[in-house]
C-alpha cells in the first residue's frame, strides 16, 4: 500500500520560504516520478512542479518557475518542494503525488495514482 505524507506546510509572510517534504512509502521510489500539486478554495488541483524518477529532467509551471525548486532523495524515499518568494497567491493545499506507472514522464493528473494528504500554506500579505 503506498503512503505518501505530506510536512513543511503553514504560515508565512509575503517574500518568505518554506521547504516542504513528501516521505514515500510501499513503492520502489526510485522508479517513480513525482509531482507536486496545489489546490486553492474553488479551483481546480493544478500540477506546479514535477521530477523524473532519477531527478535528471524538472518541470516547473510558469508561476512558480525561478522560485521553486522540486529536488528528491531516493536513498531517504522523498521529495521536497523548496519555496521562495512567496506570493499571498501561493495560499493553497499543497499534495505530493506519484505517478501511477514506473518510468514514465507525464504530467497529467490523472496519470498520478497516490496521492498525499495534503499540507497547507498560507502566505500573508
Known amino acids: 500500500q503506498v503512503q505518501l505524507v505530506e510536512s513543511g506546510g503553514g504560515l508565512v509572510q509575503a517574500g518568505g520560504s518554506l521547504r516542504l517534504s513528501c516521505a514515500a512509502s510501499g513503492l520502489p521510489f526510485s522508479r517513480y516520478s513525482m509531482g507536486w500539486f496545489r489546490q486553492a478554495p474553488g479551483k481546480e488541483r493544478d500540477l506546479l512542479a514535477h521530477i523524473t524518477w532519477t531527478g535528471a529532467s524538472t518541470y516547473y509551471t510558469d508561476s512558480v518557475k525561478g522560485r521553486f525548486t522540486i529536488s528528491r532523495d531516493n536513498a531517504k524515499n522523498t521529495v521536497y518542494l523548496q519555496m521562495n518568494s512567496l506570493k499571498p497567491e501561493d495560499t493553497a493545499v499543497y499534495y505530493c503525488?506519484?505517478?501511477?506507472?514506473?518510468?514514465?514522464?507525464?504530467?497529467?493528473?490523472?496519470?498520478?495514482?497516490?496521492w498525499g494528504q495534503g499540507t497547507q500554506v498560507t502566505v500573508s500579505s
Open positions: 503525488a506519484a505517478d501511477s506507472i514506473e518510468g514514465r514522464r507525464s504530467f497529467r493528473r490523472t496519470d498520478f495514482g497516490s
